[in-house]
């Protein structure tokens, strides 16, 4: 398995939202080591995944909130695919504790994936409308009036990442 680079290009300039996809990213390569590793205990694997699931929680928690707080045009289509990630993990997570005591590289594979092209797409999205950048920006509020500072220009359309089972 890939673990996953933090890398200029993941970060959207919104340090509370940067910090957060760190810790997400951090997690999942924590997750991906102990799978590659083969010898991790299932109790603490699954302390891991439920990590992971509470983390990325509260992570979407406050990027809806942002949402709302600068009125982005975006919020339904992003939020429906934070929705569809949380179903998707807490499914994991059942078949975890039911007896399926394995996580599986292609979840991993997947998370690392989905994490990535969300934070690229979708992410940087709502960065580009935070800078000001997209036609309807003005519904929104300007990054200094939410106290957020940014310096990456990227695209326009609103839209999400797509999961994959």
């Known amino acids: ?6 890398r200029r290009e993941l970060s959207l300039g919104i340090p509370s939202i940067d910090e957060q996809h760190q810790g997400l990213i951090v997690l999942v390569n ?51 695919n934070h929705s569809l990630l949380l179903r998707q993990l807490w499914g994991s997570r059942q078949a975890f504790d039911v007896g399926q005591r394995t996580l599986s590289v292609r979840l991993m594979v997947f998370l690392g994936g989905w994490l990535t092209s969300h934070i690229e797409g979708a992410d940087q999205r709502y960065a580009a409308f935070m800078r000001g950048e997209l036609p309807s920006h003005s519904a929104g509020r300007r990054l200094d009036a939410v106290g957020v500072a940014s310096d990456m220009a990227l695209p326009v359309l609103c839209g999400g990442s797509v999961l994959v089972a």
Not at 46 to 68: D, K, N, V, Y
């Open 1 to 6: 398995m890939a673990l996953i680079d933090w």
């Open 30 to 80: 924590r997750i991906e080591e102990e799978i590659s590793g083969g010898t991790t205990r299932v109790s603490c694997l699954g302390s891991f995944f439920f990590e992971l699931i509470r983390t990325t929680q509260q992570h979407f928690a406050h990027e809806e909130a942002l949402f709302a707080r600068t009125g982005y045009h975006c919020t339904a289509a992003h939020g429906a």
